[in-house]
């Protein structure tokens, strides 16, 4: 059995890899944040991704842009060959695709088709990206993947939907399977359970910053910078684990 390389300094120069739901909100953050270190990003979205491409750009920092629709098995396979071909390795992949669906609903009110929708773009999303980056990782013998879940995932949801609770409980689920069976082959495998982020997916949602301890809602660069610290060497010894960025919302 291989042994972990030890924890060092954040340095992404030379690494590359992809972020699902990059074309707004937390995917956008990720996708500049990721590059500020040095790495070359797929940003990879079902909607377009010129602003963040241009952003980059505008910086200097090499992000391309890569149409994928995650709950999609071909289109996942397409975008994931694509980013290898175009960056030629692929040391990370952050899934941050999702969407919320609607709220407040006795369960009876819910449709199968919402239901399904949900849980097809977040949960069953996560698990077609994986699936479609494992090999490429397993045969470089390392790579790095970060799910976002959320608090709706830990404690049953403060105003979301219960399919939304349902896929992201899924999600962590699903990451600490992962990272057991990826360690073996250098692959690690974490998650990340924000708690209200100031992002298009909650503008219409009742959230108010006297929810948070710290005294205000989340920014996808708070995201962002979690994320940067899994993907990178600084966590070479942490794998399996749901980090919780909430302004100390859940405390366990």
């Given at each position: 059995?291989?042994?972990a390389?030890?924890s ?5 120069a030379g ?12 995917g ?5 944040s990721?590059?500020?270190?040095g790495a070359s ?8 991704c010129?602003?963040?491409v ?5 910086r200097?920092?090499?992000?391309f842009e890569?149409p994928c629709?995650?709950s999609?098995?071909?289109s996942a396979k ?7 071909k175009?960056?030629?390795s692929l040391?990370f992949l952050?899934?941050?695709?999702g ?5 407040g609903?006795?369960i ?8 399904k929708q ?5 949960l ?6 994986t699936?479609a ?18 608090i ?6 403060l105003?979301?939907?219960p ?11 699903f990451?600490k ?10 692959i690690y ?10 992002t ?9 910053p006297e929810m ?6 989340g920014?996808p660069?708070d995201?962002a910078?979690a ?7 600084a ?10 960025v909430n302004?100390?919302?859940?405390m366990?």
């Amino acid at each position: 059995m291989n042994s972990a390389p030890l924890s060092g300094p954040i340095d992404l120069a030379g690494k590359s890899g992809i972020v699902t739901g990059a074309a707004r909100g937390i995917g956008r953050a990720v996708c500049l944040s990721l590059a500020r270190e040095g790495a070359s990003v797929a940003a990879c979205d079902i909607l377009p991704c010129v602003d963040t491409v241009a952003e980059a750009a505008s910086r200097g920092w090499p992000v391309f842009e890569i149409p994928c629709d995650v709950s999609d098995m071909r289109s996942a396979k397409d975008a994931v060959d694509k980013a290898k071909k175009l960056m030629g390795s692929l040391d990370f992949l952050v899934n941050n695709a999702g969407i919320l669906g609607r709220s407040g609903k006795p369960i009876e009110d819910y449709g199968f088709d919402e239901w399904k929708q949900v849980l097809d773009i977040n949960l069953n999303g996560t698990f077609i990206m994986t699936q479609a980056v494992w090999p490429y990782m397993r045969g470089q013998g390392r790579g790095k993947i970060v799910c976002i879940g959320s608090i709706a995932g830990r404690i049953g949801g403060l105003l979301a939907g219960p399919h939304y609770c349902a896929s992201k409980g899924g999600i962590h689920a699903f990451v600490k399977w992962a990272a057991k069976n990826g360690a073996l082959h250098g692959i690690y495998v974490n998650g990340i359970a924000p708690g209200p982020i100031e992002t298009p997916m909650i503008e219409n949602e009742p959230y108010g910053p006297e929810m948070v301890p710290l005294g205000r809602l989340g920014n996808p660069n708070d995201i962002a910078e979690a994320v940067v610290f899994l993907v990178s060497q600084a966590s070479n010894f942490i794998t399996g684990t749901i980090l919780d960025v909430n302004g100390g919302m859940l405390m366990v």
